[in-house]
């Protein structure tokens, strides 16, 4: 018998990125390719569009303290630029499928708290001083520090709580879930559809697209989240058509395009007083405010950065973002611009999820978006195309997704379980992010403490928790101050 040859063994030869623009994005080391990153910028595109007109309605629907509005045709242009402009950036400089468009909550305390109390250039001066302040604790690692001290359960708990957020964002924008008049002093908050049922075409426009989704998810079928989106836009303007429903049936944004072209008007850009409202209502005043709108931004941005990162397989071992400080720098710089702007802070969108939902892992697919907000400047009429009720289901199908990581939490040890169900369920219930973190952040430190672990919480956990009782106990604050 013949004695057999050794058997050789072939080294493995690593996958070489296939272009330029393959390495400088790392798109095959994190498992993507551009045809994902293509449908992952379109996605978060379409899931965020709404922003085009929401916060030219919030903010013009406000007056300073000498009843001046702001310009509508000027807010649109202003809140399509800033995206536009941060949006690519984040894709070049932080790498990572995270969209920056005008706050939302941010924009509203500027719109309804600040600028009732000083004019709108002094209030969008504030939104520039919060942003300068992010940018020095972006820029000496104090954000990053803090990001990193944040125990892993709680940035698990982050990341759930972040998928019932955008799951009741996606069920408000679209009209199935409603608040609630309370001419009878009900004690239930918010109902189904309009009096406790779902009627009209938009609501069958949003279950036909649900249900598409996830059909085509479960099927893993490639660009199932965007395939939704467009079909449920195609259905919702042959329905609109047929039906000759009415533009308010849909919300904001109806499935009917008025003209193709729009003039950008930049009256706004600029038309900033970065310290005037300190001499209009004071030096302590204006410093709660900045401290108020820096807390909202930090921690909103934060828990947006993690949730949508873990969601996207991109933590690493230690639960850690990769190149969290130039993300950070770059997020900073948003809020900035937004107030230079007057389109109010800019912050990263829990929208970016329908990205990451069809694929998206690289700032690529940022490009892809920002390019899109960039030609919303000329064609702003074609941008409100796609009615809520086609664009909400994908953030539905990516917060059912985003609830798997429940699983990674210890629900036998109560000092950590306790501080993440209140993370988790104060976010949706208050439809607010940073509300979710602050409260998680304190009932984690109490809890440890009293069962004689105080020594393991991280410094910063402490000095965070303490600004966020600061935070939660603002109103007694300034009543003691003397500032209200």
């Known amino acids: 018998m013949p004695r057999q040859a050794p058997a050789v063994t072939v080294p493995e030869v690593p996958a070489t990125p296939r272009s330029g623009l393959d390495r400088f994005f790392k798109i095959s080391e994190r498992g993507s390719s551009p045809v994902r990153e293509i449908r992952g910028g379109l996605a978060t595109f379409f899931a965020m569009a709404y922003i085009i007109v ?23 242009t202003a809140t399509v630029l800033v995206a536009a402009v941060m949006t690519v950036l984040m894709g070049l400089i932080g790498n990572m499928p995270l969209a920056l468009a005008a706050g939302l909550g941010i924009n509203a305390m500027v719109a309804f708290q600040i600028a009732p109390q000083t004019t709108w250039d002094e209030a969008m001066g504030l939104v520039v001083l919060e942003g300068v302040g992010l940018l020095i604790l972006a820029a000496t690692g104090l954000r990053e520090a803090i990001m990193n001290a944040i125990p892993l359960v709680l940035k698990q708990a982050i990341g759930v709580g972040i998928g019932l957020f955008v799951t009741l964002v996606g069920l408000v924008s679209a009209g199935i879930v409603t608040r609630v008049p309370d001419k009878v ?25 649900l249900l598409l989704t996830f059909v085509l998810v479960v099927r893993k079928v490639p660009g199932a989240i965007l395939i939704g989106m467009v079909a449920s836009t195609v259905l919702a303007v042959i329905v609109h058509n047929a039906a000759g429903l009415d533009k308010a049936a849909w919300g904001l944004t109806a499935p009917e395009a008025n003209g193709v072209v729009d003039t950008p008007d930049f009256g706004l850009i600029g038309d900033v007083d970065l310290f005037g409202a300190f001499g209009r209502v004071g030096f302590i005043t204006a410093s709660l405010l900045i401290f108020t709108l820096l807390l909202s931004n930090f921690f909103d941005g934060m828990g947006t950065i993690i949730g949508v990162s873990r969601e996207a397989g991109l933590l690493d071992e230690r639960g850690k973002v990769p190149g969290l400080g130039r993300i950070l720098t770059v997020e900073s710089v948003g809020a900035i611009a937004g107030g230079g702007a007057s389109a109010s802070s800019n912050t990263v969108f829990v929208e970016s999820t329908a990205g990451v939902g069809e694929g998206a892992r690289t700032g690529l697919a940022n490009l ?90 991280p410094l910063l956990l402490w000095i965070v928790s303490a600004l966020f009782v600061v935070h939660f106990a603002i109103d007694p604050i300034e009543q003691v101050l003397g500032v209200k």
């Open 185 to 209: 002093n009900s004690t239930v908050p918010v109902a189904l559809g309009a009096g406790g049922t779902l009627k009209g075409w938009p609501a069958v426009i949003f279950c036909f697209g």
């Open 54 to 76: 929401l916060n030219p309605i919030i903010l013009g629907s406000a007056t300073d303290k000498f009843g001046n509005h702001l310009s509508q045709p000027q807010l649109v």
């Open 368 to 457: 892809v978006t920002g390019g899109l907000f960039a030609l919303a400047l000329l064609f702003t009429p074609l941008a409100k195309l796609v009615p809520a009720q086609a664009a909400t289901p994908a953030l539905v199908v990516v917060g059912a997704l985003m609830m798997t990581q429940i699983k990674h939490i210890d629900w036998d040890d109560l000092t950590v379980a306790a501080p993440a169900f209140v993370t988790i369920a104060l976010m949706p219930f208050t439809y607010s992010i940073t509300t979710g973190i602050g409260a998680g952040f304190i009932l984690y430190v109490v809890l440890r403490t009293a069962v004689g672990k105080a020594r393991e919480i």
